[in-house]
């Protein structure tokens, strides 16, 4: 056996090969090997920054008119009062939402390894506010009618993404292009219960109905957007706890497994999880689409996959986008204004087939 | 013709053979299967194997398309559970550890490599250290130096910035290499490590890993089409046939014509290359024979 291995000499390392990378970093500016601590600090750090603007201007803008100043230093002017009885509510319960459906998206588009997978696509949001609408006919007499609705929207977007997931898979192996299409059918079918059950009531619930298909934060109440909130960020935080093993799971659930990662309870905790968040942000603002498509998307081709940035840049950038789009609603045909819902789908459609077209085939397997 | 051949090539066997075993001390066993029978769907695709995998030592796992080859090594790697038979790990039923406390001693490079977003050929590698770390935490200097001390055994680190999409499928194979290397793992699983690998690369894939095998005391389990990288590279050879094992030992005892003849169902021959030593097995085109005859 002599002979075997080839007598080579080992590549020059140390010294030699950090000035290699040196250089290479030196001709791309932009160039990013990895993800550092530093990377993490200044994206968050910018994308902070556009929040903060965003909400501002949020703040500042719509139907009335409103001067920030005056809010703030006098606190029994009428300024206030639109402040923080109206406008603030809103903006933040935007937030919220956005934050919470971006944060879904990312999180579901590393379960299925696509990146076209989100909650209204694969039609989580659609059975959550099936179980919402349901449960506010149902329970419309009950005074706890306001904690059963969005319980009643994690049960059915839980149960909505199991029985997606589970007829998605073809001999035990998750089919990108049949998860796709099944959801498609599953956020179809859960259109025309709700539009079933909204031919039957009677007409003081059918505008209740129609907000909930189209997705609006109108009139948020301050204990809405708490609970909304502590479930967005709770959920969120958990899913970061476990962005390492997202990372791992773009290499296919038999890899993540021989790097340690445990597959399946980290797929249920992803389904609970999102399905948790899902049903508290369909609750309050009914179904609104692909801002989990767009946002992760974005911030992914920009910052790259990891999962350590990803998904709490998802968190800021989508509450950005949402709250941008919200004030589109707002003030596009102000006085009137228009479901934020449909902003976001009249964004998302296009960017969809974009994205499909440009770099899903492969990810569906066409 | 070809007996001849055989025969006298047998006295050399027995001669390297002795020789063999004064230098190389039988290293401790890594991973052991007893008697696994394993499959898919009712369809038992590797029965009653039973094979050791040894620290500092290249096993060679060989056979024809659907012998079984893949299927063992998943049963080895624990990615397959088999129906019957154990398989151990250090002692220990493979069953005992949980999976972060296997990939910290175990690396797995699959057959194909499919990876769903736009990561870096360096941040693939590092993932190679995760079993070594936190859910959020940041890799250490320490792990960024092994990372590129993997991506350096591959000459890879010109490609450490590139998206992985945009490599070739050696190049793919050989970050995959590499991420198990960054593993430092005492056990290397390598499923047709060098299919898509040119010459120059498959010599130096497997060189490494003997090199690997034999500094580092690895345990290395490969399977393999090439029996001639086989013979050249392995310390011993499992042949398997329909799943079962067909020849196990050093490559002289596993791979000898007869054997061949009757795994690959074709007349081969068995020789020696004069460059190396080990043996050279080439197939005999018989029509061609018979007409030359």
Redesign the interface.
């Known amino acids: ?6 007598q ?1 000499t ?2 020059s ?1 140390g010294a030699d ?1 950090s000035r ?2 040196a250089a ?1 970093e030196a001709m ?1 500016p932009g ?7 530093a990377r993490v600090a200044a994206a968050l750090a910018i994308l902070g920054a556009i929040l903060a603007a965003t909400m501002l201007v949020a703040l500042a803008c719509g139907s009335a008119h409103l001067n920030l100043f005056t809010a703030m230093r006098d606190a029994a002017s009428p300024d206030r009062a639109i402040l923080m009885g109206v406008r603030m509510p809103r903006v933040m319960m935007g937030a919220a939402v956005g934050a919470a459906l971006a944060v879904v998206g990312a999180a579901l588009q ?1 379960l299925v ?3 076209l997978a989100e909650g209204g696509i694969l039609g989580i949001s659609g059975g959550g506010a099936f179980g919402a609408v349901l449960a506010m006919i149902l329970f419309s007499r009950f005074a706890s009618v306001d904690a059963i609705v969005p319980a009643a929207a994690f049960g059915a977007a839980l149960c909505s993404t199991l029985a997606v997931y589970r007829l998605a898979q073809v001999d035990g192996r998750l089919e990108p292009l049949t998860l796709l299409l099944v959801g498609v059918i599953f956020n179809a079918f859960w259109g025309a219960a709700i539009m079933l059950i909204n031919s039957v009531v009677n007409f003081y619930f059918t505008h209740s109905i129609l907000f909930w298909l189209m997705g609006s934060f109108e009139a948020p109440t301050w204990r809405e957007v708490a609970i909304v909130a502590a479930l967005g960020l709770g959920g969120s935080a958990i899913l ?6 997202l ?2 799971l ?3 659930d ?2 993540a ?6 597959v399946d309870p980290l797929r249920r905790t992803v389904f609970v999880v999102t399905s948790v968040m899902i049903g508290a942000a369909v609750s309050v603002s009914g179904i609104i689409t692909f801002v989990g498509l767009i946002v992760p998307h974005v911030l ?1 081709s920009i910052l ?3 999962h ?1 940035l990803l998904l709490p840049a998802t968190l800021l950038g989508g509450a950005a986008f949402t709250v941008a789009a919200d004030l589109i609603a707002r003030i596009a045909i102000a006085p009137a204004e228009l479901p934020v819902g449909a902003i976001t789908a009249l964004c998302g459609g296009p960017f969809f087939i974009y994205v499909l077209r440009h770099e899903g085939r492969r ?1 569906v397997g066409l | 013709m070809a007996d001849e051949t055989t025969r006298a090539s047998d006295d050399a066997n027995e001669i390297r053979a002795a020789a ?1 075993e004064c230098l190389a001390a039988p290293g401790e066993v890594a991973l052991r299967a007893v008697k696994v029978t394993a499959g898919y769907g009712g369809r038992a695709a590797v029965r009653e194997v039973s094979i050791d995998v040894r620290r500092g030592e290249l096993l060679a796992i060989v056979g024809p398309n659907g012998a079984g080859k893949s299927t063992l090594l998943r049963v080895l ?3 397959l559970t088999p129906w019957s038979g154990t398989v151990e790990m250090a002692g220990r039923p493979l069953a005992a550890y ?7 001693r ?3 490079v ?1 057959q194909e ?11 693939v590698v ?3 250290r ?2 070594h ?4 935490r ?2 250490s200097a320490r792990d ?1 130096a092994i990372a ?2 993997a991506l ?2 591959f ?1 890879l ?2 490609l ?2 590139r998206a992985i999409q945009e490599l070739s499928g050696g190049e793919r194979k050989r970050v995959f290499l590499a991420r198990a290397l960054a ?1 430092r793992p005492e056990i290397a699983l390598l499923d047709e490590p060098s299919a898509f690998l040119d010459m120059r690369h498959v ?2 894939i ?2 490494r890993f ?2 690997l095998a034999e500094r580092e005391r690895i345990a290395v389990a490969a399977t393999m089409h090439d029996l001639n990288a086989a013979a ?2 392995a ?1 011993r050879v499992l042949l398997m046939k329909n799943g079962e094992a067909a020849g196990y030992g050093r490559p002289e005892e596993a791979l000898t014509a007869e054997r061949l003849r009757a795994v690959y169902d074709t007349e081969v021959y068995v020789g020696r290359n004069p ?4 043996l050279a097995i080439l197939p005999i085109d018989s029509a061609r024979r018979r007409a030359t005859a």
Do not use: C
Not at chain 1, 1 to 6: H, T
Not at chain 2, 133 to 136: K, N
């Open positions: 056996m002599s002979g075997a291995a080839p080579q080992p590549p390392k090969e290699v990378s290479t791309e160039a990013r090997d990895y993800l550092t601590p590393a390894r696509n990146p970061m706890g476990r962005a390492r093993d990372n791992l773009s290499l296919g038999e890899e497994t021989h790097l340690g990662v445990e992914r790259g996959p990891d350590r990810a | 063999s790697s624990g990615a949980d999976r972060r406390a296997i990939a910290r175990m690396a797995t699959a490599n499919p990876i769903a977003f736009r990561f870096t050929v360096m941040e590092l993932m190679g995760a079993p770390l936190g859910a959020w940041f890799e960024l590129r001390d350096d055994h000459d680190a010109p450490a910035g593993q010599a130096e497997f060189g003997r090199e050249l590279y310390d460059a190396t030593g080990a």
